[in-house]
């Protein structure tokens, strides 16, 4: 099972860099976002695959546009935050009131539920796994924020399972879709999305991914423009990540999604035999 989901954010919406904690310099920015989402959407109508797409509130409530041509092209939404911040850096509170803004934004819009939902930077971790409780009142049925290994943002290398899971914390229970990996000398290589997507040659990428039962991807609209500006304040590393294999990665992934059937969440979750599961309590 290959699941197909991107990160709706503009190409400034990385975590490491000042501007990304406050909304009041983002429109000061040039916005690629609706060029980047046609390049998006021109690769899955070549490969007839559908996808689902985490929106930030905030891409929402100022491109509403975006959030109806996603659902008019006939893919689905969940939320990817409003705001975009880290939240093992939120109390509970904030992360709620953040959360419930972008899930109130997105539904005005679209008329649909918001019932997926993906963590700014993969940011759950064990140290705040009470994000679980939140996400349950406030109407979230799966989860896709758990990252399986270590990463500079979040990442929950403790979490074993990278396969559909339950989730159960503090009495309640979550669905989880956490992102895979592929093992080679006892290390988790991580390649399905972002950076790693970018940096790796398609040949590896799909020969681990065929060797995969399950495959969870997360790309970004960024991710495949290689015209995007350079903010150059940003470490060596960060730089590196951000930006190696931009050039290549429209057409690895349109070879990718030919080779191979993808799914939105929602087919993935009709799918899977939820019965059967692992239940990971946390
Ligand atoms: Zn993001």
Known sequence: MNILTFDVEDWFHLLDHKSTKSEKVWLNYESRIHSNMERIYKILDNTNQKATFFCLGWVAKTYPEIIRKIIDKGHEIGSHSHLHQLVYEQTPEIFKKDLECSIKTIEDICGQKVIYYRAPGFSITKKNIWAFEIMHELGIKIDCSIFPSKRSHGGFPSFKNQEPVIVSYNGITLKELPINYYTILNKPIIYSGGGYFRLFPYYLINKWSKNSKYVMTYFHPRDFDKNQPIISDLSLARK???????????????TWLNNDQ???????????????????KL
């Open 240 to 254: 590196f990540k951000s930006y190696v294999g931009l050039s290549g990665a429209a057409t690895k992934l349109e």
């Open 262 to 280: 993808f799914l939105d969440v929602s087919t993935a979750d009709q799918k899977i035999n939820w019965n059967e599961v692992p239940v990971v």
